[in-house]
């Protein structure tokens, strides 16, 4: 019998003896494999959390008792518990999410995928629980996959033992890892408690004999528990921090051995107090090809052969790793250029310049606004840090760009992965908020290349600048053929193509001067003439597209971003400002959030596909800007040119 097909909400776990509870934890994880293997996504860390989610659902009567999932990406085997078993387009459109949605089931609380806020969210449900009148329901929150390196997990923290009387139970999936092993001292500290022969002995050994002796056994082993919690913190001090914070903690528990962890979640949902469960889990569990990945363990994958975990599809250079090989470049050249991350050493390309220079890299946790805080102090010391963050996560650090880094002037150079529409991660993760966002920062410089040649060189022009931030943002996938100019203005300015009659100024952002080139051909065809060109440096604005643009009958602005408040609204500010009055249209998404679906499906919805924006462009400029007659003769001049 298969279980797994049995289950279609979290009660349907009730009736299942423990035999049957480990049984399916196997269909589990062989369905993760199979399903993940198809689809890509997060394979590695909810293989570590499935005997800790059907503890929860067992124990926990979701969505009575909320479960908050931090990171998300842990949330596969809980929508598999909760009636969402159909992952045939997981992270398509039309598919689930990646990540909890709420528009999917009740069961999901937070949509958000943003790592260290699942205590804060916790504390304000059990709050508001207490206050009106639903004292009985527990709030859960699953912090781990690194989530607790996160300042903000200890800001809650902190609040949370301040009132006690609420039933909040805290669970720490302590895994030992985000992406790659977790770093800092928080790390450390858990993975004695991890390591320690001492603690893991005892704990194994009187557990199984405690299951031996029955339930009075297991009535003797709850009950010394405790007793020799506190003899073995004298070796491991497992528990002396939160004891501090005036907070139950218990634990560690073996996050893969089912009865312990159901019978330690009853305790800690009948303490009627906040209460900290420390479970250790393995990333990576029961598939071989990911427990022997040193690098990550398969915490995110592509489609791959499910046999032995081998990609599936081969791609060809992507932005990411162009990246990685120039800095490692520069890093030759200049001994003061130093990297630094959030928890994602890998993901943005600084693996290599770890490898050349492992001692010129600092990886921070998942602590975006100290990583950024640092680097100004870095700065200050007579360094130049590069900053490599995905483009979603730089907003959370923007009060230390703003007031840290660019208030004092320091030489950081920012390097934003993923900017724009990244497609399958959904909302939380498309980067397309970083122009709007940064471009309001005083003295900042903004560079978008549209190619690997211009990605090396805008780069090395970034990392000269010392008396202000500089920012270079890219987008994720494959980087394309270069593009090359057929002129450069003195200010940086490159153009692409001009054609005859300057009726329209096409200025594309980064890879949208790839659109912009095909959107230019599209209009000659229907005799308008265009010129295009890729600013490089889109903030600030140069001279040379004011000038420009006073010679055309409109301007275009084409990027990936909000366009609210983006790069065309400054180019429009900046024409205003200089006396141009040529009318400019702002092309890009929508501020709204964007589900998941594929790049060209959000671009195509959008209106940014070259044939929707030229077929704009004809409407606008042959219905109100070009005489009839001058229509005419160009169109009889293409006819010429045909014969």
Sequence with gaps: MVLLDSISSPRDLDRLSPRQLSQLAGEVREFLVENVSQSGGHLGPNLGVVELTIALHRVFDSPQDPIVWDTGHQSYVHKLLTGRQDFDGLRSRGGLAGYPQRSESAHDVVESSHASSSLSWADGISRAFARTGRADRHVVAVVGDGALTGGMTWEALNNITDDNDRNLVIIVNDNGRSYAPTIGGMARYLNRVRTTAAYRDLGEKSNKLARR?????????????GGTHGFLSRFTNNSALYAQLDIKYLGPVDGHDLPTLLETLELAKAHSAPVIVHVITEKGRGYDPAREDEADQFHSVGRIDPATGTPLASSGEGWTDVFADELVQIGERREDVIAMTAAMLRPTGLAPFAERFPERVYDVGIAEQHAVASAAGLAYGGLHPVVALYSTFVNRAFDQVLMDVALHRAGVTFVLDRSGVTGPDGPSHHGMWDLALLHIVPHVRIAAPRDAVR??????????????????????????????AIERTEDGVDVLARDGDEDVLLVGIGPFARTALDVADRLRAQGIGATVIDPRWVVPVAPSIVDLARRHRLVITLEDGIRVGGIGTRVRQVLREAGVDTAVDELGLADEFIDHASRDQILRDAGLTPAKIAQDVVSQVLGTRIPVARQEARAAERVKQSR
């Design 213 to 225: 002796l029955g339930r009075v056994g297991r009535a003797f082993y709850r009950g010394v528990r």
């Design 455 to 484: 990605l090396r060189e805008e780069l090395g022009e970034a990392v000269a600048v010392e008396d202000a931030p500089t920012i270079v943002r890219f987008p994720k996938g494959e980087v394309g053929e270069p593009i090359e």
